[in-house]
């Protein structure tokens, strides 16, 4: 489905973003004794690093619910555009290595994923196949969703102020 000029794409997002920021929310209020499993960061580091992930989330999900809302039209494009950018940017970057993974995995070329164990369990395999395929999808839908609004924008821009959620 080519990128159209179309705000579905934007609900997608929407909707993605909505469930990262949920996941993370919940992974902070029922973190358990030991959230790093083990890793070099202390309970402060998980709490905080969780933390930044919700407010990065909800801003995003703001922005891209401005995107398809008649409230953010006065808002200047730049407002807009910059962290649609940076955000697809952020999400690219981490849904294309995962996705690259995913084929190193389900290939047998690396099992355990980048710089996973080559004797990981089919639990752990599977949940890494989920993972960096739920990052894909949301690098997917962002990416389209700011071309779309960039379109449409650019659009309006030229053509006057249209309805936005189409």
Known sequence: MPVSRSPRWAYGA???????TASHVVLVLVAGDDPTGDGPWGRRAYLIFNV??????????????????????QLPRWLILIPLWFGSILLVLRGVPGMVENVLMVTGNRRGGFVG???ISTGEFWAGIGINTYFFLGAVLLVAATVSHTRRSSKSRRDGPSDRSE
């Open 52 to 73: 930044v992930l919700i407010v990065m989330s909800t801003v995003g999900a703001a922005v891209v619910a401005a995107t398809v809302r008649p409230w953010a039209r």
């Open 117 to 119: 164990a080559q004797d």
């Open 14 to 20: 929407l909707a993605w973003l909505i469930l990262f």
